[in-house]
């Protein structure tokens, strides 16, 4: 069965930094692409990185390229976010995702399908 | 601000149906596929619809997607109690070269 369980998150300043991790369980963690998507509080949904299944390419929402890193270790099964220069406005609940495989016809497509149970990141003075 | 465009609000009584509307663009919605997100209070996301119209198994049939253009629709006919929830839809944005939601929106069973 498929597992997702997401940690590290916590309160930190602003400025400061702080890496969250996503174990993974129950499928070849290095045949899929991974993300991350946070939930500000009472906020909707905002996708944050991506990062693809051989580590080739990594993309990343305007609002944190240049200060969050996402990476993998596939030996360990893990995702990770490294978040540097952190603000207020990233304070949020951080899922880690699995790229769904799911077709149709003769096509396969990749919604988020899969979904841990999330970590809070709190950026507070 | 965001990419997708849905109401805020939504809602109906028991047995009727509902319809969520999501508005975007000719690099997102318009070139690449829509899927719709169902949130319960407290949990993390559900995918119910994906390839614009495609329930994946376990999804009720009384859930149902379209899309015409740049825009897209998730309808859900017999309306009940447990179907209160927040939803969003999701597409690709090739211009910006990401993944981009609607803003969400919230359904009330009266």
């Known amino acids: 069965q498929l597992q997702l369980e997401e940690s590290g998150g916590g309160v930190v300043q602003p400025g400061g930094s702080l890496r969250l991790s996503c174990l993974t369980s129950g499928f070849t963690f290095h045949s899929y692409g991974m993300h991350w998507v946070r939930q500000a509080p009472g906020k909707g949904l905002e996708w944050v990185a991506f990062i693809w299944a051989d580590e080739s390419h990594m993309y990343y929402v305007d609002s944190v390229k240049g200060r969050f890193t996402i990476s993998r270790d596939i030996s360990k099964n893990m995702l990770y976010l490294q978040m540097n220069s952190l603000k207020t406005d990233d304070t949020a609940v951080y899922y880690c995702?699995?790229?769904?495989?799911?077709?149709?016809?003769?096509?396969?497509?990749?919604?988020?399908?899969?979904w841990g149970q999330g970590t809070l990141v709190t950026v507070s003075s | 601000q965001s990419v997708l465009t849905q109401p805020p609000s939504a809602s109906g009584t028991p047995g009727q149906r509902v319809s969520i509307s999501c508005s975007g663009s000719s690099s997102n919605i318009g070139s690449n596929t829509v899927n719709w997100y169902q949130q319960l209070p407290g949990t993390a996301p559900k995918l119910l619809i994906y390839?614009?119209?495609q329930r994946p198994s376990g999804v009720p049939g009384r859930f149902s997607g379209s899309k015409s253009g740049t825009s897209a629709s998730l309808a859900i006919t017999g309306l009940q109690a447990e179907d209160e929830a927040d939803y969003y839809c999701?597409?690709?944005?090739?211009?910006?070269?990401?993944?981009?939601f609607g803003g969400g929106t919230k359904l009330t069973v009266l």
């Open positions: 390839s614009d119209n």
């Open positions: 995702l699995r790229e769904g495989k799911l077709s149709h016809g003769n096509n396969y497509y990749y919604p988020f399908e899969n």
């Open positions: 999701q597409s690709y944005d090739s211009s910006l070269r990401g993944w981009v």
